[in-house]
């Protein structure tokens, strides 16, 4: 479970999965680097296998206020993205996170193109776009 906010997952809470259901939290505790959940409605080890990489979500009055650089993925996901002339570059399709850097996914119609989420490289996001400001070849 990729999260920097644990404490949305304590007992009880209710998070909703990306296929559409909804799970309640039974328990929780932490291992090495990550954060095991249990859920009310997976029984068994077998269950929860069937559910990996089930995307997870927390409705937005559930999450705090983030700072003004910091952004949900859900803010990003489907923004056009443009170069500083305004030049559709195009859309966020999805944001690749790691340890090292965050990485926007450009779908750009003929492929996908990955910008490291850096304030060198995308100078602003907006409500409805980001700015892009890639290398020389990076779109080519």
Known sequence: M???LPELFEPGAEVLTGAGGALTVSAVRPHKDHLLVAFEEVPDRTAAEAMR???LLVEGD???ALE???FWVSQLVGLQAQDS???QLGIVAAVV???AQDRLVIDTGHNRVEVPFVPELVPEVLETHVVVDPPPGLFD
């Open 2 to 4: 990729f999260t920097g």
């Open 53 to 55: 990489n089930l995307e």
């Open 62 to 64: 559930r999450r705090p």
């Open 68 to 70: 003004s650089d910091e």
């Open 85 to 87: 002339q305004g030049s």
């Open 97 to 99: 996170t790691s340890e």
